[in-house]
């Protein structure tokens, strides 16, 4: 059985959602901080996404003050990510220091990524996952 990893953060309803979903649908998986990723993870997730680790950053500052609105002065940032000012060195590395900026839930195995609650892409990513016996 694949080793699924769910990175989120508490009080998030998309990291909430996404963990029921997987208890809903007997797939184990890990729970980790959005707040314990490491650049390395960082540079692995995004050497997994098709738009690198820009993927895994809020696709706008508005978007990002929704969801965190206490933390409007970190919003710049999303800005220099998308408009080409920073590598993805330079980007990995405000990630580590600003974890907020990433977008939540994380779910993989390290062969796949899903970044966002997305319900069409767990159903499809994870339709083949064996479930544990709940038979008891």
């Known amino acids: 059985m694949d080793q ?5 953060k508490s009080g998030n309803p998309s990291s909430d959602i996404t963990k ?4 809903n649908n007997g797939i184990p998986v890990e729970e980790n ?8 993870e960082i540079e692995k997730l995004a050497s997994l996404l098709p738009g690198g680790v820009k ?6 500052a508005f978007s990002y003050c929704l969801i965190n609105p206490q933390r409007k002065t970190e919003s710049i940032y999303i800005d220099k990510i998308h408009g080409g000012y920073l590598s993805e060195e330079e980007i990995a590395n ?3 220091n600003y974890p907020l900026l990433i977008m939540t839930p994380i779910v ?3 062969k796949s ?3 966002g609650y997305d319900l069409n892409k767990l159903n499809s990513t994870l339709k083949y996952v ?6 008891g």
């Open 94 to 96: 405000l990630l580590v």
């Open 108 to 110: 993989t195995d390290y």
């Open 55 to 60: 993927s895994m950053v809020y696709p706008d």
């Open 130 to 135: 064996k479930v544990k016996n709940v038979s």
């Open 4 to 8: 699924w990893v769910l990175y989120g």
């Open 113 to 115: 990524v899903i970044i």
């Open 20 to 23: 029921a979903w997987f208890k």
């Open 33 to 40: 901080s959005l707040f314990q990723l490491t650049k390395k």
